[in-house]
């Protein structure tokens, strides 16, 4: 908080006039953290630590820009006109193109650059409007904008102060989105960095520190989402599927194509897609299951993927009450050497490296699936083709205790969490409908596998 | 002879000659190396054959080592893929077909060690050792240790006349040593007089050529009111209808012996060709797959000798920088690692075979198993050593070496795999330690200061380098003095053995069966143990009645027996806790994380991250 304090006074201090006084106060304590090692060091911390800490940074960084606006109307002139002038430019097309028209209209008008920093503070703030948030190369381009080796100092005293400081911290800004956005600069990054702030400057701290963390960082996920989704809901649903399944045994099917038909009658009708996943091991669970107890449909359940949420269903069981039995040990069970030693020794304390795990009372899941849509007759046909391979769901009530959830699945990336998140709560809010007509469910479910 | 016993000796030795498997079904006591009175005189002196049974040998050996080296064109066999018909009638001719079945059967009758000495021979080609071996080391076996008179009178003659070929049908696509998931069942018809077996057996040698078949399938017993689903032994003629074999399959080596599928649909088996009872098919099994290894070492040892004069041959005439290849360190290295590993199967081989041709039918699974894995990894690398010799050439099929690396392969995997052999070994020697060790373990854990004091003590004194004697030298002892620092090598690792082994009882108790890794080391250990053994006493009787070259003897002894005692001493130091040479942790952890993706899981080095 100190440092952000700190950046802001030196900031609103400055641009009311009184800068130079101020700023030198601070400033000189700046660069000299290397070459300075005597000074004391908590001062010495908390000043530069104002262009370390980035999250600090960005918060705070609206405020200056507002606090001008307040201050000095016509200063802030600036500012307007470089929103205006993306308005202008590209009044309706928003489009990497259009964005990088508008950078070279701005470098094209004035020889000095006149207002740079605040075209690329305007700039940046636009980027995810023209969907270039994710560009190198546009933010390359956007460094392109400072005036080159004007901000490089030039000798010991203007290396020690902090040289052209408005002009570093929009540098850092630049790089500071960068980082928010996951994009790793490149070698240009660091070429025009140096021409423009020299190798040891804010900004070059700033490209060093993101190089240093990002590389190391880039695996980190083992269960990477790619950016693109795949826009076919099918292939969505497999892709998730086997996400959540994690069992590369687990066999996706696609119990039914989405298609669109009209009928006699001149309705359309829309078949959802049903696609299923299933791996060997829930199939042999499932051939043990207890015929006289349900398995139950439940769903929907919310899967992110980045931005996307995807609702998927599960097919379960209550946990067995019942302890396990456990395989009775034949002496006959191998030809080749005993399964079992016969030895009134148990397993010594000091060598017993198994963890004490509370059992939690969770069933078995057998099988899930995704749909187009949520509702009992569409997740009886994917029970009815599940029961193709496991014949035991022939003879297993089978139980639907559906949510009534959101009914347009794959709303893609544009709902934001917020509200969505709003709307699951509500619906678990509402009781859970227990649909228990067995006995009207198994014609139903004999009559889809005639289809 | 008498044996001095020393009180330490039998303690010390006692409990952990424990470990080798003695016949816990009966009262007969037969580990090699437990040395109580009678059995030390099972290890020491080596057993010998007769003056009659020798002569027998020479008469038998002659023709057939004729019969091989001129009769038989392996590499024909090999690139036919089929073993010529005249070549078999020569082997028929021979009665190498009924080697070890009984006179009165017509067979050779022969004991066990004759028959080792024979398949030294036969092991010169793989495809007919193999074919010879799946006959009647498993095939007939069945019925001759397990079959009725009836049985034995109706089917060994044309076995052993080799009239009928057999086979032995135990695999199944989906079972391998796991009697619980053989599929093939046999139904009893409803008069009774015939089960009807229906089923498929994989990877049967002479699937399609034989005429006779010990088939294993499930059979619905009853017993004590409560049915259950045991194994069965059933003999099986292929002209009983019914029985089907696949194509052969196209193999890596021993290409000249047949292996298929066979299947079994609805074949009428009459119930008195039931071997044994019915639900006493797992023993059979057992016992059949048991006795059927321990030629294996002889047959290595066969095979090496014959590579040994081929290559030096070749090692002595080729010339490099006016020397020949002889001359060259890293040749010669070759040479003696495979006389060594020659040397040493012999004498393995020949002691299991005669211990288990001692009177009273002793069991030496173990023994045999470790036969079995010691000359089909050295084997392995003798062969592929042999054709180093050679470089370049050997790599042709110019060479019959590329054919004996191929024919090798199969060593470690058939009759069972060296890895279940290995838990086989380690597990009957677990078991019977943990019978002696555990109540003295019991009371240590209960805190006995008494016990613990002893060992303590014991632990003391061996660290502050009291000798370890159990009186294999010296006045009276077994093992002739020019062995004996191989001797106190072996006494010394015996003694470290046994205290590794009371330490491991202690950690895991019955929970090692889990702890493969664990059980690995200690085979490997009772493997050099009982190699370390079978070599001192051959060496001491050679030197004792003046064997031919019986100094070289003591060279190839010596030579390995130090290089075990290294082995094995870093075995059982990798086997102590917080071992730093103990990796286990890790390769568990690497074998986890490569199969829980099925694949090798880092990034290429040329990969870049930014």
């Known amino acids: 908080m100190k440092c952000v304090r700190c950046l802001l006074q030196l900031q609103s201090l400055r641009l009311l006039g009184q800068s130079t006084r101020c700023s030198a106060q601070y400033s000189s304590l700046l660069p000299s953290a290397s070459s300075q090692p005597g000074l004391p060091h908590s001062t010495q911390q908390q000043v530069s630590r104002s262009f370390h800490s980035s999250s600090a940074c960005s918060k705070s960084r609206p405020v200056p820009t507002d606090f001008l606006k307040d201050q000095d109307g016509k200063k802030d002139k600036s500012l307007v006109v470089q929103k205006d002038l993306f308005e202008e430019v590209a009044k309706d097309i928003k489009t990497k193109a259009t964005f990088n028209k508008v950078v070279e209209v701005f470098t094209k008008r004035d020889v000095r650059r006149r207002g740079h920093v605040e075209f690329i503070y305007a700039a940046l703030k636009k980027m995810p409007e023209f969907g270039v948030e994710r560009d190198i190369t546009v933010y390359n381009k956007l460094l392109d904008v400072f005036p080159k080796e004007v901000f490089v100092p030039r000798n010991f005293i203007q290396r020690m102060f902090n040289h052209y400081p408005r002009q570093q911290e929009c540098g850092v800004q630049v790089l500071e989105q960068m980082e928010n956005y996951g994009i790793t600069p490149n070698v240009e990054t660091k070429v025009l960095l140096v021409q423009i702030f020299g190798d040891r400057s804010h900004p070059m701290k700033k490209y060093q520190r993101i190089m240093y963390w990002f590389p190391r960082f880039k695996h980190t996920n083992p269960f990477p989402v790619p950016r693109q989704l795949p826009e076919d809901p099918v292939d969505l649903a497999r892709f998730s599927l086997t996400r959540i399944a994690n069992d590369l045994d687990a066999k996706v099917t696609v119990y039914q194509v989405p298609f669109t038909d009209v009928s006699e009658s001149g309705e359309d009708i829309t078949c959802p897609h049903i696609v299923g996943i299933q791996s060997p091991s829930q199939m042999e669970l499932l051939a043990q299951h207890n015929p006289s107890r349900p398995v139950f449909v439940e769903g929907p359940f919310p899967l992110w993927l980045r931005n996307t949420c995807v609702y998927y269903y599960v097919l379960r069981a209550d946990p067995t009450p019942e302890e396990k039995k456990e395989e009775p040990y034949d002496p006959e069970r191998c030809f080749d050497y005993p399964l079992q030693l016969d030895i009134d020794l148990e397993r010594d304390l000091g060598d017993d490296e198994e963890f004490d795990v509370e059992d939690l009372d969770e069933g078995p899941v057998y099988a899930m699936c995704m749909s187009g849509q949520g509702d009992q007759a569409t997740l009886n046909q994917w029970i009815s083709g599940l029961q193709q391979t496991n014949p035991i769901l022939g003879q297993v009530p089978t139980l639907f205790r559906l949510d009534s959830g959101p009914r347009d699945l794959q709303g893609p990336a544009e709902t934001e969490s917020g509200p969505r998140h709003q709307t699951d709560t509500e619906t678990h809010n509402q009781s859970r409908e227990e649909v228990q007509d067995e006995e009207a469910e198994e014609p139903r479910r004999t009559q889809g596998m005639k289809q | 002879k008498t044996w001095c016993m020393c009180s330490d000796y039998c303690t010390e030795v006692g409990i952990l000659m424990h470990l080798w498997h003695l016949s816990s079904k009966g009262e007969h006591i037969n580990s090699f190396l437990f040395y109580t009175k009678q059995s030390c005189a099972e290890v020491f002196p080596y057993p010998e054959v007769g003056n009659e049974e020798a002569e027998e040998i020479q008469q038998l050996v002659a023709p057939v080592e004729k019969f091989f080296a001129e009769e038989v064109d392996s590499a024909r066999i090999d690139q036919e893929a089929k073993i010529p018909p005249e070549t078999m009638n020569g082997l028929k001719e021979l009665g190498l077909f009924g080697m070890q079945v009984p006179e009165e059967y017509g067979g050779l009758g022969l004991s066990n060690t004759v028959y080792a000495r024979l398949a030294e021979i036969t092991a010169l080609d793989g495809s007919i050792a193999v074919t010879l071996a799946a006959h009647q080391a498993i095939g007939l076996k069945g019925i001759l240790i397990a079959g009725n008179e009836a049985q034995k009178n109706k089917y060994l003659p044309k076995l052993a006349s080799g009239e009928h070929i057999a086979a032995f049908c135990l695999t199944e696509p989906g079972s391998g040593s796991d009697a619980a998931s053989i599929q093939t069942r046999a139904t009893l018809s409803e008069d009774g007089t015939h089960y009807l077996i229906n089923g498929s057996k994989i990877w049967i040698s002479n699937g399609a050529t034989a005429d006779i078949m010990t088939v294993f399938a499930r059979t619905e017993v009853v017993k004590d009111g409560v049915k259950a689903d045991k194994i069965s032994a059933f003999i099986v003629e292929r002209a009983f209808g019914g029985v089907s074999s696949g194509k052969p399959e196209d193999k890596l080596g021993i290409r000249g012996s047949n ?37 294996m070492g002889s047959s290595s040892a066969g095979m090496i000798k014959k590579l040994i004069e081929l290559t030096s041959e070749y090692a002595a005439t080729r010339k490099q920088f006016n020397r020949s290849l002889s001359e060259f360190g890293m040749i010669q290295e070759k040479f003696a690692l495979m006389a060594v590993n020659a040397f040493v199967m012999e004498s393995m081989a020949y002691l299991t075979a005669g211990m288990m041709d001692r009177p009273g039918l002793p069991d030496c699974s173990v023994e045999a198993a470790i036969v079995k894995i010691f000359s089909s990894e050295g084997g392995w690398i003798c062969v592929s050593e042999a054709l180093q010799v050679l470089g370049g050439l050997g790599y042709t099929k110019n060479y019959p070496f590329e054919r004996y690396v191929r024919d090798c392969r199969i060593l470690p ?22 019978k002696i060790l555990t109540g003295k373990i019991k009371e240590l854990k209960k805190g006995n200061i008494g016990v613990a004091f002893g060992m303590a003590g014991k632990r003391l004194k061996s660290a502050f380098g009291s000798s370890v004697d159990f009186g294999l030298t010296g006045k009276d002892g077994v093992v002739h003095p020019s062995l004996e620092e191989s001797a106190k090598k072996f006494e010394q690792n015996v003694a470290f053995f046994g205290t590794t082994v009371e330490s491991l009882l202690y950690r895991y108790g019955k929970s090692m069966v889990d702890e493969q890794l664990i059980l690995k080391r200690v085979a490997d250990v009772l493997i050099n143990l009982y190699a370390m053994t079978a070599v001192l006493s051959r060496s001491s009787r050679s030197i004792s009645i003046g064997a031919r070259n019986h100094d070289h003897e003591v060279l190839l002894a010596n030579t390995f027996c130090s290089d075990a005692y290294f082995k094995n001493n870093y075995l059982m130091t990798q086997l102590q806790k917080h071992s730093p040479e103990n990796n286990d942790a890790n390769i568990k952890k690497i074998a986890k994380e490569v199969l829980e993706n099925r694949a090798y899981i880092c990034s290429h080095p040329l990969e870049r991250t930014f």
């Not at chain 2, 599928?261 to 060709?273: L, Q, S, T």
């Not at chain 2, 009759?415 to 020697?429: D, V």
């Open chain 2, 259 to 295: 292996t298929c599928e066979v299947a079994f649909d609805n074949v009428p088996v009459p119930v008195e060709n039931v071997i044994g009872e019915v639900g006493g098919g797992f023993k059979v099994a057992m016992n059949i797959l048991n006795s059927g290894r321990f030629s």
């Open chain 2, 413 to 434: 995997i058939f009759e069972g795999t060296n890895e279940i052999l290995r838990m086989y070994i380690a597990l009957t020697g677990m078991q019977h330690a943990g």
